[in-house]
Nanobody, 114 residues
């Protein structure tokens, strides 16, 4: 059962910014580590960033210093602020837990191109 809905993707020029949002329809949202993943064409899905129930964050080396993950436990949402975007950031972005808390949603497409 899909219990996450991602939004906020789009087409942006290199160097631009986007903010992705994830609405999670799960009980006890606040206790789960939540994460953003991405999958580029021909590649496996990979974790990009995660945030623990205590608010501690971790980032893949490829996005460190450019992306910021945050959560709002009152609204059951997770956001990903993406700055200084590069063409290699082009992918479908997904939200889920660690471990998984839902079937995979449809994701949101991010395309970085001039």
């Amino acid at each position: 059962q899909v219990q996450v809905v991602e939004s906020g993707g789009g087409l942006v020029q290199p160097g631009g910014s986007l903010t992705l949002s994830c609405a999670a329809y799960i009980n006890m949202f606040r206790i789960y580590t939540m994460a953003w993943y991405r999958q580029a064409p021909g590649n496996q899905r990979e974790p990009v960033a995660h945030i623990t129930s205590a608010g501690n964050t971790h980032y893949a080396d490829s996005v460190k210093g450019r992306f910021t993950i945050s959560r709002d436990n009152a609204k059951n949402t997770v956001a990903l602020q993406m700055n200084s975007l590069k063409p290699e950031d082009t992918a479908v972005y997904y939200c889920n837990g660690i471990p998984l808390v839902s079937s995979w949603g449809q994701g949101t497409q991010v395309t970085v191109s001039s």
